[in-house]
């Protein structure tokens, strides 16, 4: 679904990307993990153009991006959802223009718009907040509102930057669960950038390693599963005590 | 009504008149060339979509040079120009080139620094989501700038209504004109003082419309 044939990427001295092959299969969920500064969101950002490469090819959904002119990468990119950490939502649109824009992007026809935005909505749980504006949801709902937004037009791949790392665990997990709802229920090929080892974990069936720029190891693991939601006070207490270290005060 | 409102009311009522039509110009400079350029300053800062520096530059010191001069060194210096656009320097609408000049340079600077107000990852986004250079600008950036672009626009008005006080020197008339020909040069202090309270009046109001509208459209 996604291959990258020795893709390299350097910001000014910064060697960020060193000729990187890898590919990513259609209907999985491919995690990417590594230290700060591995590259990892370079990598994610390279598929989808947002990162220029300077060397090296890059092929989605069976388009070589890297040879597309500027028209042909816009309607590219226009079944290549993405999310990231911090949401990026239009603060001035409300929750339903902010997904009826990427339908207006794509030329969606104007007749079925609303109706497709508020399946999108319907599917994150978000059907009566469409008249809200992003100032009056929590983290977990913008990040809900930016993956209806990233699915509205059907892509075939949904790239995810850190998109639980500023949301709190019980938060994470609900998340997690619709990116692996839609995974499931569209076959959506998600890739997910996290430095949490949990999220990648929990969901993820190839996982690639990064190091210092380069892949250091791909390995194929049984997702986990998304852990119980626990948020009951005498959980915490439990879960700060358990080791022994330390007696009620 | 005092008398010596009702006295001067058709001079005061023609130099009312004047200075709208001098501001009104200027803002329709500012909105019609000012956006764009103060738009195309940004795009082509150092990391962002257009960037290109050598447009950068041009606008950039073109803008600085226009506000670097006395706004009455600006006028005078002009005045060619004028004359050859125009066909006269001399009058209310020959004060308007000058005016709208200097709104250009004063509203696209405000224009360039509402836009940097944008959170960068909201263009990434427009981008990934597949917008073109036109959409990123109309459905992303003056989206989410639009009260700060209204914010500064009222802090141009207000400016260029100061600035349209000191076109009797080409003629160009207007309240404060009036104010210093009659007021002032006649010492008739008093109708100064109902002139400078008109001004003020004004600028209240505008001041009061645009915040208001600002804080209206600002849902953030």
């Known amino acids: 679904m996604i291959t990258l044939h020795n893709v390299s990427k350097s910001f000014l001295r910064f060697q960020a990307i060193q000729s990187v092959s890898l590919s990513i299969k259609k209907g999985e969920i491919h995690g990417i993990i590594g230290a700060s500064g591995a590259g990892k969101s370079t990598l994610l950002r390279l598929m989808n153009l947002l990162e220029v490469p300077d060397e090296g090819e890059v092929e989605v959904n069976g388009q070589t991006l890297t040879n597309l002119n500027g028209k042909q990468l816009r309607q590219a990119r226009k079944s290549i959802g993405m999310i990231f950490q911090h949401f990026n939502l239009v603060a001035n649109k409300t929750v339903f223009e902010n997904v009826a824009v990427s339908l207006k992007l794509a030329k969606f026809p104007r007749k079925g718009r609303s109706e497709r935005v508020k399946e999108c909505l319907q599917f994150v749980g978000l059907s009566s907040f469409m008249d809200k504006y992003p100032a009056q949801l929590s983290g977990g709902q913008k990040q809900r509102v930016a993956i209806a937004r990233a699915l509205a037009n059907n892509p075939q791949v949904l790239l995810c930057d850190e998109p639980t790392s500023s949301l709190d665990p019980n938060t994470s997990a609900e998340l997690l669960t619709v990116l692996q709802d839609i995974n499931r229920t569209f076959g959506v090929t998600i890739v997910i950038v996290s430095h949490e080892m949990d999220v990648i974990k929990s969901i993820c069936s190839r996982v690639t390693v990064m190091n210092e720029g380069q892949v250091f190891e791909t390995v194929s693991i049984e997702p986990k599963g998304i852990g119980i939601i626990e948020n009951s006070p005498s959980f915490f207490v439990e879960q700060l005590t358990k080791d022994g270290e330390m007696g009620h005060a | 009504m005092p008398d ?30 000012g956006l764009p350029v103060g738009t195309w300053l940004f795009l082509c800062r150092k990391g962002q979509i257009y960037e290109n520096r050598i447009v ?58 509402s836009l940097l107000d944008v959170p960068k990852g909201v263009i990434e986004a427009a981008i990934a989501m597949g917008a073109s250079v036109r959409q990123v600008i109309f459905k992303f950036l003056y989206v989410e700038a639009r009260s700060g672009l209204v914010l500064g626009l009222t802090t141009s008005i207000i400016s260029f209504i100061s600035y349209s006080t000191i076109m009797g020197v080409v003629g160009g008339g207007g309240i404060g004109d009036f104010a210093i020909r009659y007021g002032y040069q006649q010492f008739k202090t008093d109708l100064m003082m109902y002139m400078i309270i008109i001004m003020v009046i004004l600028v209240q109001f505008i001041q009061f419309t645009g915040t208001t509208v600002s804080r209206m459209i600002d849902k953030r």
Do not use: D, K
């Open chain 2, 4 to 33: 010596i409102l009702l006295q001067y009311q058709a001079e005061i009522l023609s130099s009312i008149e004047e200075t709208f039509i001098m501001v009104g110009v200027s803002i329709a400079a500012a909105v019609i060339i």
């Open chain 2, 56 to 113: 950068f530059s041009v606008l950039n010191l073109f803008v600085n040079i226009i506000r670097s001069f006395p706004f009455l060194l600006l006028v005078v210096f002009l005045i060619p120009f004028t004359r050859m656009l125009i066909g006269t320097a001399i009058g209310t609408t020959a004060a308007t080139v000058p005016l709208s000049i200097i709104a250009i340079a004063h509203y696209s600077r405000l224009v360039e620094q």
